[in-house]
């Protein structure tokens, strides 16, 4: 069997890393001096790593990020009221693992979704499903599903995401409809799956915002009892160019 037949092989099998690296290496001529073991290993190698960036990408991309965020770029000033060793260990995330969950506060331009979203890509990196959606995005697409008789199936897709980010929480009134969907979605979530929620508007209010004093229990006690905190404090980041909002 001939180097192309080969290639068309692997190609054909879909182990298109170890065929791209077969095909370098017969270019190059690099592997006169390896035993067969070495040189098995050689290309098991690289259509591992092309296999995880391929997955990583498709993680990435049905995440549906509103910017690239990286946790490397994060801004330690003082002045933000973010704890390197803390925010370290939740970029770990450890939380996720446990199911629990994080609160992001702060003013406009803070960059709570800038850190939200660079917790998010760690996440996809690390292999777990995530899905970002700022939350007016959110809700109106659930009651567009709840319409067309597909709110259980979009429901369940939220259900089976390691992380879920929620950002601009709180900015619209909550009506009947968005009260009970986050319930049912955090419920649904409930030892299933993390959530981020990134918002301007100070947790102490939440509950007067939600409404309806029985519902707004419901949810709170399920968010904020298994959440960690982070309030960024700080001027406008978009007043330096910097926009990490």
């Known amino acids: 069997m001939n180097n192309k037949q080969t290639l068309e092989k692997l190609k054909e099998m879909r182990l298109f ?11 190059q001529n690099k592997t006169p001096s390896w035993t067969a073991d070495e040189y098995l290993a050689y290309l098991t190698d690289h ?45 770990s995330l450890a939380f996720i ?15 709570k979704s800038y850190l939200a979203q660079a917790l998010g890509n760690q996440a996809c990196v690390n292999g777990l499903k995530t899905y970002y959606s700022t939350a007016s995005k959110l809700f109106s ?10 709110y259980l199936k979009e429901l369940n897709k939220l259900t089976n995401k390691d992380l879920l980010i929620i950002d601009d ?18 419920d649904e979530r409930l030892n299933t799956g993390s959530v981020i929620i990134a918002s301007q508007i100070p947790v102490s209010v939440w509950h007067e915002i939600i409404g309806e004093s029985t519902i707004a229990d419901a949810i709170l006690d399920r968010l904020i009892h298994s959440s960690h ?8 980041m978009r007043k330096g160019m910097l926009d990490q909002e």
């Open 17 to 27: 890393g170890m065929a791209q690296m077969h095909a370098q290496t017969i270019q």
């Open 47 to 91: 259509e591992w790593e092309n296999r995880q960036n391929r997955k990583i990408g498709r993680l990435l991309q049905a995440a549906n990020f509103r910017q690239k965020a990286s946790i490397a770029d994060i801004d330690f000033s003082p002045y933000r009221n973010l704890d390197k060793n803390m925010f370290q260990r939740i970029a």
């Open 97 to 111: 693992e446990k199911k629990e969950n994080l609160i992001i506060t702060g003013a406009t331009g803070v960059g």
């Open 141 to 150: 697409r659930l009651k567009l599903c709840k319409v067309d008789g597909t």
């Open 169 to 186: 929480f709180g900015l619209q009134a909550f009506d009947n409809f968005t009260r009970e969907t986050l319930l049912e979605i955090i």
């Open 229 to 236: 905190r982070i309030d960024l404090k700080g001027d406008s």
